[in-house]
C-alpha cells in the first residue's frame, strides 16, 4: 500500500529506503537489517503485551469484588503468575532495547548496522522460541508459582507446568543475551570517526549499560530457572529443606538477576527521556557527564542490592542494613537524573508535542516509584509492606509508569523515523493524557491499600478494601483504552499519515540527518562527527510538524 | 511498635511528599514560563557541578536519615525482649496452627494478653508463608526447615486480621485468621480452658519417653548421648572444637539431622527424626528439653555432675 502511493505523488522514482527495497516474506523473516529486525521484535512484544494485559484485565475484574466470584482460586493465580512473567521476560525486557535500540543505536552512531547482524535476526528465533514455549505452558496447564518461581512451592508443590514454563524462560534470557552482546560490540567497535564516547546520546549511553547489566545478570536466572525444573523432575534438592537445601538459596539467585533486571527494565526509559526532554526544551542536555555516569553508577550498584527483596525472608539483621544502605546509594543517581532533567528544561524552549507529555509523564510517575522505592529500602517500614499491595504499586510506577510510558513517549518520536509517516497529534496527546490518568487512578490507591493491610496475590480479600479496589479497576479500565488508542492511530497512520520529513522535530542525533524511512545501510557515506550530543545551539528553535489534514485521501 | 513504624512512615511521606512537590512545580513554572511561543529561544545552560554535588549529597544525606531510623526500627523489630510469652506457630497450606505453652492449641485465631510482649517462634510443615498482623507492623517469613521468630507487644485490645503475606499456593488469600488482645483477666480465664492435654512441654516430655530419647539422653553422664539438663541456651562444645549455642534453631537440627554438629565427646550414633515426626511434635520436643534448662535450679543434683571419665560435652559457664 505504501508503495502505491509514493509512485502515484512522486513521478521520480523515489529513493528505496528499507521498508521497500525488498519484498516477500524472506525479505523480512531472513533479514539480517537491524531495522526491520527491530519491527519483527515490535510486533512480537506488541503481541505479547497484549497477551499479558488480557491477564491483567481478569486480575482487576476478580478483585472488582472481595469475594472470589469470577475466577477459580487456582485460574487467578495462574493470572498474576503469567501477567507478570509474560509482561517482564516477553513485553519489558525486550521492550526498548530490542525495538528502539536495535532501530537506533547504529543510526545513532553513525553505523551501516549492529555488529553481528545474522545474531541479531538468530535472537529475535530465540525470542520467538520461548515466546512459543511460554505460550505453550499457559494452553497445557498454565503456571502458578508467581512470577517469582519461590521454591519450595514451585519445585514440589505446585502442579502446573513449571518445567516447560521455567524453560521458556531459560530460552528467552538468550534472546536478550545475543541482542546485549551485539550491542556491546557494536558500541565498541563501529561509532563512526569523531563519535567519542563523551559524544554518544544518552539513550546509547543507557543502552550500552542495559547490555553489559543482561550479559552479567542473565546467566544467574538461566541457571536459576534450571534448577528449578532440575529440582522439579529429579528431586535433587538444591532448595528443599528434607534434603539438605536451602530456599533461600533460590531467592538469593532469583534476586541476585531480577534485582538488576529493574534495572533492565528502566535504564532504556531514562535513555530514551533524556533524548525527548532536550528535544522538546531544545535544549542541550544539563550535565552530560552527571547523566551518563548516573547510568553507569545505576548499572553498577545495581547488582549489589538484591537482598533488599528478603528483608523479612530470614536473613541476619547485619547483612539486612548493608543492603539497605547499599539500596540507598543506588537512589542517588536516580535522583540526578530526575534533577537533570528538570534542570534541563530551564531556560528551555518548551514544544508540548506527544512525545514531550510522555517524557513528562515519565519524569512524574517515575519520580513517586522512586520515592516510594526509599521507603522499602528502609528497613522498619519495609517489614510492614513488603508482600502488599504497597509493592505492586511501587514497582508498576517504575516498570508501567516509568519504562511503558518511555517507551510509548520513544514510539512516538521515532515514529516518523521507523515508518516515514507521522501520528496523529491531536490523538497522541489524548492518548497520552488517559494513560496518565488510567495509571494513577489503577495504580495510587494499591499504595493505600498496602499500607492498610491488602495483600498482593490475594484471590479474596476483606470487604474493608473493596471501594479502593474499585478505584483501581475503573483507572484499569482508562488505562486500557489508553493502549488501544496507540496501537488504532499508529496502523492507521501506515497508511493515512502525513509524509514525514528527515526531520519533523529539528532534533539532534545522527539518526535525523538520514532520509524518513532510513535507506536500508542508514548512510550514504559514513558520517563525520564533530560536535557533541544534544547541540541544539546549532538547529532551529522552531518546531513544525507536517499536518495530518495535508495528506488525508492521497 | 505500630506507632513508631507510623511515625517514620510519615516522616517518609512528608519528606519525600515535599520533594516530589518541588520537582513538580518546577516543571509546572518551566512548562509555563518556558514554553515555545513566550520564550521562543532556548538559552544553553550545559550543567553545573556544584548544582549536581548538592542535588547528590543533599539527597545521599536524607537518605542515610532514612537508613538510620528504619534500621534502629528494624533491629528492634527482630530482638524480642526477654521474658516474652512465647507461643509456637506451625504454618500449613493452607493454615495457621498456634500452639501455647500452657497446652491451648488453636487454627487460625490467636489469644493473647494486652501489654504483653510475644514471641512466635514459627515454622513451615510445607511451603513458605509469611506471619502478618497489618495492625501491629510486623511481618516474618515462616519457613520450611527452620525457626523463625516475630515478635510484638499489642496495646489495646480487640480483634486484628492475621494474613499469610508469602503466596503459598491455592488457597493463599484463604490463610488468614486474627489475633484476639484481650484483657489479662479475661485472658487467664481464657487459658484456664483446653489445657485438658497438658502443657506443651508435657506433651513433648511424654513424646521424648515414648521415642526412647531416654535410653541414651540419660539424666546422668553414663548416656551415650549427651544428659540435656541445663543444656538449653548454653554454649556446647563441638567435636571439631567450635561451639554452639543450644538454642531452637540447634536443638530442631540436633533432632532431625543429628550428624549436622555433634557434641565433643560423643559418636554420631543418634539416628535422624526427618520425616518420623511432624513440625508439631519437633516443637514440643524443643519446648521440653527448653524447660530442662530451666530445671536446673531446681535439680541442682543433675547440674554439675561430678567429672565423668570422658566429657559430658556440656560447657558450663
Not at chain 1, 54 to 77: C, H, S
Not at chain 2, 299 to 312: I, K, Q
Request: hydrophobic share 50%.
Amino acid at each position: 500500500m505504501k508503495m502505491a502511493t509514493q509512485v502515484e505523488t512522486i513521478p521520480v522514482a523515489p529513493e528505496r529506503d528499507y521498508l521497500n527495497t525488498e519484498f516477500g516474506l524472506g525479505s523480512w523473516f531472513l533479514t539480517t537489517d537491524h531495522k526491520r529486525i527491530a519491527l519483527l521484535y515490535l510486533i512480537s512484544i506488541t503481541f505479547m503485551f497484549f497477551v499479558g494485559a488480557f491477564f491483567a484485565l481478569i486480575i482487576r475484574l476478580e478483585l472488582l469484588t472481595p469475594k472470589g466470584d469470577l475466577v477459580q482460586p487456582d485460574t487467578y493465580n495462574k493470572m498474576f503468575t503469567q501477567h507478570g512473567l509474560v509482561m517482564i521476560f516477553f513485553f519489558l525486557i525486550p521492550s526498548i532495547p530490542a525495538v528502539l535500540g536495535n532501530f537506533l543505536i547504529p543510526l545513532m552512531i553513525g553505523a551501516k548496522d549492529v555488529a553481528f547482524p545474522k545474531l541479531n535476526l538468530l535472537s529475535w528465533y530465540v525470542y520467538d522460541v520461548g515466546a512459543i514455549m511460554f505460550i505453550y505452558t499457559i494452553l497445557t496447564g498454565g503456571l502458578d508459582t508467581g512470577w517469582t518461581f519461590y521454591t519450595p512451592l514451585s519445585t514440589s508443590f505446585v502442579s502446573s507446568s513449571v518445567v516447560v514454563g521455567a524453560l521458556a524462560i531459560f530460552v528467552v534470557g538468550f534472546s536478550s543475551i545475543l541482542t546485549s552482546i551485539n550491542f556491546i560490540v557494536t558500541v565498541h567497535r563501529l561509532r563512526a570517526p569523531g563519535m567519542t564516547w563523551g559524544r554518544l546520546p544518552l539513550f546509547v549511553w543507557a543502552s550500552y549499560a542495559t547490555s553489559v547489566i543482561i550479559v552479567l545478570g542473565t546467566p544467574l536466572i538461566a541457571i536459576s530457572m534450571a534448577l528449578v525444573a532440575l529440582e522439579r523432575i529429579f528431586g535433587i534438592g538444591f532448595f528443599d529443606p528434607l534434603l539438605g537445601g536451602d530456599p533461600l538459596l533460590f531467592q538469593h539467585l532469583f534476586w541476585f538477576y531480577s534485582h538488576p533486571a529493574v534495572y533492565v527494565m528502566i535504564l532504556p526509559g531514562m535513555g530514551v527521556v533524556s533524548e525527548l526532554v532536550t528535544c522538546f526544551s531544545r535544549k542541550h542536555v544539563f550535565g552530560y557527564w552527571g547523566m551518563a555516569l548516573a547510568i553507569l553508577g545505576i548499572a553498577v550498584f545495581g547488582f549489589l542490592v538484591w537482598a533488599h527483596h528478603m528483608f523479612v525472608a530470614g536473613i541476619s539483621v547485619y547483612s539486612a542494613m548493608v543492603f539497605s544502605v547499599l539500596s540507598y546509594l543506588v537512589a542517588v543517581p536516580s535522583a540526578i537524573k530526575v534533577f537533570n532533567w528538570t534542570a534541563t528544561m530551564y531556560k528551555g524552549s518548551i514544544y508540548l508535542l506527544t512525545p514531550m507529555l510522555y517524557a513528562l509523564g515519565f519524569i512524574g510517575l517515575f519520580t513517586i516509584g522512586g520515592m516510594t522505592g526509599l521507603f522499602l529500602a528502609s528497613l522498619g517500614i519495609d517489614v510492614h509492606v513488603t508482600d502488599s499491595y504497597f509493592v505492586v504499586a511501587h514497582f508498576h510506577y517504575i516498570m508501567v509508569g516509568g519504562m511503558v510510558t518511555a517507551f510509548m513517549g520513544g514510539l512516538h518520536f521515532w515514529w516518523p523515523k521507523i515508518t516515514g509517516r507521522m501520528y496523529p497529534e491531536g490523538w497522541g496527546k489524548i492518548a497520552a493524557a488517559t494513560m496518565f490518568i488510567g495509571f494513577n487512578l489503577t495504580f495510587f490507591p494499591q499504595f493505600v491499600l498496602g499500607y492498610l493491610g491488602m495483600n498482593r496475590r490475594y484471590w479474596q480479600y476483606d470487604p474493608q478494601f473493596q471501594v479502593l479496589n474499585v478505584l483501581s479497576t475503573a483507572g484499569a479500565s482508562i488505562l486500557g483504552i489508553g493502549y488501544v488508542l496507540p496501537l488504532a492511530y499508529f496502523l492507521w497512520s501506515l497508511r493515512y499519515g502525513a509524509k514525514a520529513d528527515d526531520n519533523p522535530w529539528n532534533a539532534a542525533g545522527l539518526e535525523w540527518t538520514v532520509s524518513s524511512p532510513p535507506i536500508k545501510h542508514n548512510f550514504h557515506e559514513t558520517p563525520d562527527v564533530t560536535t557533541e550530543a544534544y547541540n541544539y545551539e546549532d538547529l532551529p528553535c522552531d518546531i513544525e510538524i507536517p499536518r495530518e489534514a495535508s495528506v488525508v485521501g492521497h | 511498635m505500630s506507632d513508631r513504624v507510623d511515625a517514620l512512615y510519615i516522616f517518609l511521606i512528608s519528606v519525600t511528599g515535599l520533594v516530589t512537590l518541588l520537582v513538580m512545580v518546577l516543571i509546572l513554572v518551566f512548562i509555563f514560563k518556558y514554553r515555545h511561543s513566550k520564550h521562543p529561544v532556548a538559552e544553553q545552560v550545559v550543567g553545573s557541578v556544584p548544582l549536581e554535588l548538592a542535588w547528590s549529597l543533599i539527597p545521599l544525606a536524607i537518605f542515610m536519615i532514612f537508613f538510620g531510623w528504619g534500621a534502629r526500627l528494624y533491629v528492634d523489630e527482630s530482638t524480642p525482649p526477654k521474658n516474652s510469652l512465647e507461643i509456637y506457630v506451625i504454618a500449613k497450606q493452607w493454615m495457621w496452627k498456634l500452639q501455647h505453652q500452657t497446652g491451648q492449641r488453636e487454627i487460625n485465631t490467636l489469644h493473647v494478653p494486652v501489654n504483653r510482649d510475644v514471641r512466635l517462634t514459627m515454622i513451615s510443615q510445607d511451603v513458605i508463608h509469611s506471619f502478618w498482623v497489618p495492625e501491629f507492623r510486623i511481618k516474618a517469613d515462616v519457613l520450611p526447615g527452620r525457626y523463625t521468630t516475630v515478635w510484638f507487644h499489642a496495646n489495646k485490645t480487640g480483634t486484628f486480621h492475621l494474613n499469610c503475606a508469602e503466596y503459598c499456593g491455592t488457597l493463599h488469600s484463604g490463610m488468614v485468621g486474627k489475633v484476639v488482645v484481650m484483657e489479662p483477666d479475661q485472658y487467664n480465664q481464657w487459658l484456664s480452658h483446653g489445657g485438658e492435654m497438658g502443657s506443651y512441654a508435657e506433651t513433648g516430655q511424654k513424646l521424648f519417653q515414648s521415642l526412647g530419647c531416654t535410653n541414651c539422653h540419660r539424666f546422668d553422664t553414663q548416656g551415650r548421648g549427651p544428659n540435656l539438663v541445663g543444656v538449653y541456651g548454653k554454649p556446647v562444645l563441638l567435636t571439631d572444637g567450635s561451639s554452639v549455642i543450644a538454642d531452637d534453631a540447634y536443638v530442631r537440627e540436633s533432632i532431625v539431622n543429628p550428624g549436622a554438629k555433634i557434641v565433643a565427646g560423643f559418636r554420631p550414633v543418634m539416628p535422624s527424626f526427618q520425616g518420623v515426626l511432624t513440625e508439631d511434635q519437633v516443637l514440643s520436643l524443643v519446648a521440653y528439653i527448653k524447660t530442662l534448662a530451666v530445671s536446673e535450679q531446681r535439680e541442682p543434683v543433675s547440674n554439675r555432675p561430678p567429672v565423668p571419665e570422658r566429657s559430658s560435652g556440656v560447657e558450663v559457664q
